[in-house]
Structure formats: C-alpha cells, structure tokens
C-alpha cells in the first residue's frame, strides 16, 4: 500500500463571504492571532507524515505563492537590525517544504479543483485540505486519519456530528458505525454522500469536513462527473462515484474545528486561538473579562 505524501491545498475559491476583505488578496491569507489561515493547515500536513504540498490557486493568489517563498529584502532587514527571533520564523515558513502551485483558471468548484492536481498527485493516494477548516486537536487531525488509511486502505473522509438546521450548510454522510477495535466509536461506513440537504433529508449529523484522503481513482471519476449544483463540478458528487467501486470511511476526529471561512467563526477562532497563545492569552483575558458584556 502506497503512504500519502502529497497534500493538496484547494485555495482557487472567491472567498465572497470575506469581501470586500478578500477583493486583492485571497482568504487563505487571512491571519489568525498572527499566522495566515492556510500555514495551519500546511503545518498539519507536514506533522501528520506529508512532504509535498500542491496549492491550487486562481487569480490575486500570488500573497499566498509570496509568503512560502523566500524574501530576501525582509530577511536583510531583520538580520541588519538583530531581530534574529523574528528572522527564524521567517525562515522556518520558506525552510519549511517545496510547495508546488496549479492554476485553476475559472473557479468551477471544489471537484475541479482537485482535478487540477491530478498530474501532480500521479496515481498515489493523496490528501485534500481545506485552509479555511482550521482544526485544533492534540493529535493533527490528518494524522488521525493517516492512521486510518494505513488500517482500511480505503478513502477516508473527515467528519463531525452537527445538530439542527446548520447540517444543511454540509456534505452529509449516509453511514454506518463500524465495531472496530482501534477506532471503535469513531470510525464509519459510508454508503452515501448528499450536498446540502434539508433538515429532513439529512440521512444522519455526520457533516463532512474539509479533510479528505482519496485514493487516485478519484481522478477519474470527476473526469466523469457532470456540472452539479451551482454549474459546478461537486467533490462530493466524484466520491459518490467512487462509492460503486471502492470502500470509502468517515472518521469523526478527536478536536475543535474552527470555520474560518465564515466571519462568525473566524472571530471564535482568533479568540480562542488567541487565548491560548503564551505571551498573550492572559492579558486578552483579562481584556475580554473587562468588557463585562
Ligand atoms: P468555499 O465553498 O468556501 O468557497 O470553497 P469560497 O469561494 O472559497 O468562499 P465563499 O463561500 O465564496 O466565501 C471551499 C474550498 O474550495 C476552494 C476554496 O478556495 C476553498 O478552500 N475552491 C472552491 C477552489 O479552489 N476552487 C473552486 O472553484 C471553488
């Protein structure tokens, strides 16, 4: 069985919900406390065992090509005026791997973006993360479901259990809990995927997250797929195809995911991830006590 050394990093989107924010610069960039939202989850790839990362980006990307660069200009400037502290984290961003970039030219949905990757990935089993799904766990979300994959072989499908009306903002997953010894509890069948469904077609509160691990054979299946909702090609749509020939799982993973994609959820996120961060969190406490609201 092939281990999964690629990540690909779906970055093409509009990003509407952000505008006018993301009118010049891409939603991916956005900061968290001080770090932009697609280095969470480049960092999380390289810890769960990935060692290429591919980005698919589309037009006013080139902030995020920039920023996994090298900048010399800045580096000089830091390393002139002693700021050595400031000068490794810079560097550990640049130092951090080869990041190879595809175009999507018009932004055709999730599926198509994926496709993109498709002669960079080659015929391994790769994973997809999606920035804006910024995920706090004790162990990095995509490792769980590394070990996962190395267990089934099959695909495996980031899932988390939302309750009421806000499924119908989801993927939702028609599956089955497995009694298995190492995931018991967490792990699923899947036996059908459905895009955005009503409250009363879900057929269960497992929505889908932005963490995948497909197997290459998904390529061809979005090659298959027609246009679907939106006039877009739909991820969900080629794994549904997928479905009829191989076994696909859900794993309900052990951590907080945060939607920064949403403004709402961008905000919690920088709380939260504020509150935590040594040297800040106990004075933006105190702030945020004070404001007695
Ligand atoms: P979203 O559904 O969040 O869409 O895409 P969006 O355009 O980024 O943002 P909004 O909804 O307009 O605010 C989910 C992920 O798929 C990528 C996005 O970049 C995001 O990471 N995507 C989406 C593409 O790369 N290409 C597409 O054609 C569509």
């Known amino acids: 069985m092939k281990r999964v050394r690629k990540a690909v990093f779906p970055a093409a989107g509009l990003g509407t919900r952000f505008l006018p924010a993301t009118k010049a610069q891409p939603k991916e960039m956005l900061p968290i406390v001080d770090k ?73 949905g999730l599926g ?42 099959g695909s495996v499908l980031a899932t988390q259990k939302v309750s009421g009306p806000a499924i119908s903002a989801y993927g939702v997953l ?6 298995h010894a190492r995931f018991g509890g967490r792990l699923y069948q899947v036996s059908n995927l459905v895009e955005k469904p009503k409250l009363e077609e879900a057929p269960s509160d497992l929505a889908i997250i932005g963490r995948y691990i497909l197997t290459p054979a998904i390529f061809e299946m979005l090659e298959g797929t027609p246009l679907g909702a939106g006039g877009e090609l739909q991820l969900t749509d080629g794994i549904r195809m ?18 920064a994609g949403d403004k709402l959820g961008f905000l919690k996120a920088t709380v939260e991830f504020a509150l935590k961060r040594p040297g800040l969190g106990g004075e933006f406490r105190s702030y945020l006590k004070s404001l007695e609201l």
Request: with cysteine; net charge negative.
């Open 112 to 153: 198509h973006a994926v496709l993109m990757a498709r002669e960079l990935v080659g015929n391994e089993p790769f994973a997809v993360l999606l920035a804006d799904d910024v995920i706090d766990a004790p162990v990095p979300c995509l490792k769980q479901m590394m070990d996962v994959y190395e267990e089934t072989g």
């Open 174 to 179: 028609d599956a089955t809990l497995m009694d």
């Open 242 to 259: 997928l479905l009829s020939r191989e076994k696909i799982y859900g794993y309900c993973f052990d951590g907080k995911r945060h939607d």
């Open 36 to 108: 932009p939202i697609i280095q969470y989850g480049v960092e999380e790839a390289l810890a769960a065992g990935c060692d290429q990362i591919i980005i698919i980006t589309g037009r006013g990307k080139t902030a995020i090509e920039d920023h996994f660069d090298v900048s010399y200009e800045l580096e000089k400037m830091l390393e002139e005026r002693g700021k050595t502290e400031l000068l490794s984290v810079v560097h550990q961003i640049s130092d951090m791997i080869h990041v190879a970039y595809v175009r999507q030219k018009e932004a055709l």
